[in-house]
């Protein structure tokens, strides 16, 4: 078996934080566009990128460097109040942000970006920056070669006293941190990019030859950089060789800079071993043993890290401790789980058929195991969740672009963006939002001279919402448009052969047909719409996840399409049910309460037609078995036992199913795809005696027998 590649390990991780750093430069960006900003927002836009190009630089993204510098320095004017934050830079920084995230896609995927598209980039980043140095501007040239013992930076010394703090810091490599591929000049030349810099190597511990270790780090190197940055930013250099090597930064008073310089001969300032200086205000904390600083400077704060508790002594509250692990892994443990609770059923069903008393040891016990059992896949669980924050702020992007191609103001507001949901279903969901967000921005909304016209403001609104119901996550997709035109789309559907021309079709049968395969109302074809392909994909994708979507318009006033998805794609809580003989699963979220149909509760509002009497009111009875297809409607409903079923725009339904088993936790298990989808049909099971039972779509049966006759129920064709 192969040795794991260090240095890839570490670029996986350097991708997957770039990741986090794009995230929460998007956050940033859309604080500022809200006008919800504090002070500190702007930082951590300016901290993300910066710690992006650091990165960078360690690997050589030359591409990556050179645009990531020229943004951090347009951040920076923000940051220092040279340049004003107006709307046209906030969209400018988000474009900014979206070539970054290419640039860095591309690297992780070994791909090429355009790169007329970043020097576009640039050359609008550089317009906002005036009279910004063009060698500035285009990033520091850092030719990534071996590094010597000496290091000549060609930096001239400055003639007068700055007010500019001056840093110094010392820099000592293990030799793990040569092993997993990394390199110290790309780092000391970060240093020296930061502003006026003097490097001195200390090779005081190199031996002799015949004592050398080839593999064992003996080179330290001091540094003083004279520059108007904050320790955390110099810190930050050191983000990826953390717990690779040992660093001190400690910020100088003036009289020290003037009295105890670098010395350029090799000589370091202080070395790690020279005895404390009396004057030493704070102990280094280098190597955690307490040592203290040495040299003869007084530093008025001072930062020492071994990695990996920087954030604690640079005086930040201490971040939840993240482990990152493998999805295949993940994706095991669900599996076992799985598995545990398919085990679990088994031994209760064997137990139960053997007689035992329920109160015996054995059956007390197997109580235990079952709530252990649901603890641990709770738990399961909870580590595949994640915010659907993260897709959310990828549709953010599509508006934008989608928005430039058509010519139209278009703002994105996303609500309920924590609302976790399970980590497959984020993935999958990705392709069917971008298919509707284009449809909003391309259908929905009307172009601006429109929306004047009409008294509505010049710039349309797309909102993207998220939320739990009912045991399953409901996300939104909303315009503030002019709705479904339904006379239009009746009109192309008779044209491409879709419906008969005389068809009779109510509002949501109409606004359904866009669900068609090769339906569009796009009168040309462009990068946006007018192939027919869309809309049909969308629902295919959200019907393979076990969910539905739904539209609801309103003329002059907008469009929502609602899709419903189960939370979870592994384990569900079901009511196992006896119909005709078989045995059906339906998620027990769903199910408002069980009934029995007596003469005062049922009543007939024509033949064939049953509603049954609640507390609320009256709600339609639909048949089970007969809207399978496992047997015919029976004569009489009276006796038989009834699941009010509640769906999640709160109304209700009844189903009548012969008998009810358990409920229990049921695996879900996904069918292949050479099984054709039947209506109300999601997934399947295997119970514990290992029948296969399928998991149904009670919303789903409803619905289609709603659709199918107004008023009388009819058996759902497969």
Excluded at 86 to 101: E, M, N, V, W, Y
Excluded at 182 to 205: H, R
Excluded at 351 to 365: E, I, R
Excluded at 505 to 523: C, R
């Amino acid at each position: 078996m192969a040795k794991p590649d260090p240095m890839e390990e570490i670029r996986a991780s350097f991708f997957i934080e770039c990741e986090e750093l794009l995230e929460a430069t998007q956050d940033g960006l859309q604080q500022l566009d809200d006008g919800s900003a504090n002070g500190e927002t702007i930082n951590v836009v300016f901290r993300a990128v910066h710690s992006i190009k650091g990165g960078a630089g360690a690997f050589g993204l030359k591409a990556l460097v050179r645009f990531a510098h020229t943004y951090e320095t347009t951040l920076e004017a923000v940051r220092n109040g040279s340049l004003s934050v107006q709307p046209a830079l906030i969209k400018l920084f988000f474009r900014a942000t979206d070539h970054l995230s290419d640039l860095v896609r591309a690297a992780r995927d070994d791909t090429d970006v355009p790169q007329e598209i970043g020097d576009a980039l640039l050359l609008e980043l550089e317009q906002h920056l005036g009279d910004t140095d063009e060698e500035d501007a285009a990033g520091p040239d850092i030719d990534f070669q071996p590094l010597g013992l000496s290091l000549d930076l060609d930096i001239e010394d400055a003639d007068e006293p700055s007010t500019v703090p001056t840093y110094r810091i010392f820099f000592s490599p293990d030799s793990e941190m040569f092993e997993s591929g990394n390199d110290a000049y790309p780092i000391l030349s970060a240093l020296a990019a930061l502003g006026e810099a003097q490097v001195a190597c200390d090779t005081s511990k190199v031996p002799d030859l015949k004592s050398l270790v080839p593999e064992t780090s003996y080179l330290s190197w001091d540094v003083e950089v004279l520059a108007d940055v904050d320790e955390a930013e110099i810190a930050s250099m050191f983000e990826f060789v953390e717990g690779l090597c040992t660093y001190r930064i400690s910020r100088c008073h003036e009289a020290d800079i003037d009295s105890d310089p670098i010395d350029h001969a090799g000589d370091p300032v202080h070395k790690p071993d020279a005895p404390p200086a009396e004057d030493t205000e704070a102990p280094s904390l280098a190597n955690g043993d307490g040592a203290p600083d040495n040299g003869s400077m007084a530093p008025a704060s001072e930062l020492t890290q071994t990695a990996p508790d920087r954030s604690a002594t640079q005086g930040q509250s201490a971040a939840k401790s993240v482990v990152r692990v493998d999805l295949d892994r993940i994706e095991r443990l669900v599996n076992l789980v799985g598995e545990l609770v398919i085990n679990q059923a088994m031994l209760a069903q064997s137990l139960q058929s053997s007689g035992l008393s329920p109160h015996s040891d054995a059956m007390n016990g197997l109580e235990e195991f079952q709530r252990l059992t649901r603890d641990i896949q709770d738990s399961v669980m909870m580590i595949r969740a994640q915010p659907v924050k993260s897709l959310f702020q990828r549709m953010s992007r599509i508006v934008r672009e989608a928005s430039a191609a058509v010519d139209k103001d278009v703002r994105l507001v996303c609500e309920g963006e924590n609302t976790e949901v399970d980590k497959t279903v984020i993935e999958r969901l990705a392709d069917p939002l971008t298919h509707m967000i284009r449809n909003a921005v391309d259908h929905g909304l009307e172009s601006t001279a429109d929306r004047v016209a009409v008294g509505k403001p010049p710039g349309g609104t797309v909102r993207l919402s998220a939320a739990h119901r009912s045991g399953r996550v409901v996300i939104d997709v909303s315009d503030d448009g002019g709705g479904i035109n339904r006379a239009r789309v009746q009109q192309i559907a008779i044209e491409k052969g879709l419906i008969p021309a005389d068809a009779a079709l109510s509002d949501t049968e109409i606004d359904n047909l866009l669900f068609l395969p090769g339906f569009s109302t796009a009168d040309t074809v462009s990068d946006l719409s007018g192939r027919g392909v869309g809309m049909d994909v969308v629902r295919t994708s959200i019907q393979s996840l076990g969910g539905r979507i739904s539209i609801t318009s309103v003329p002059t006033k907008g469009t929502v399409f609602s899709i419903s998805l189960p939370l979870t794609l592994a384990v569900l809580d079901g009511m196992v049910v006896d119909v005709a003989g078989e045995t059906l699963v339906l998620p027990l979220n769903m199910v408002a309460e069980t009934m029995t149909v007596t003469d005062e509760t049922l009543d007939s509002i024509q033949p064939g037609v049953h509603v049954v009497r609640v507390r609320t009111g009256f709600v339609p009875l639909f048949d089970l078995g007969y809207l399978l297809g496992y047997r015919d409607k029976k004569d009489s409903y009276v006796d038989s036992v009834a699941l009010l079923i509640s769906h999640e725009d709160g109304s209700l339904g009844a189903l009548v199913v012969d008998d009810i088993q358990d409920q229990r936790q049921v695996v879900i298990k996904g069918l292949d795809d050479t099984f054709h989808r039947a209506p109300g049909i999601a997934a399947a099971t295997i119970l514990g005696d290992g029948q296969i039972a399928l998991i149904l779509d009670p919303s789903d049966i409803i619905s289609k027998a709603n659709e199918m006759s107004a008023t009388v129920p009819q058996k759902l064709e497969a």
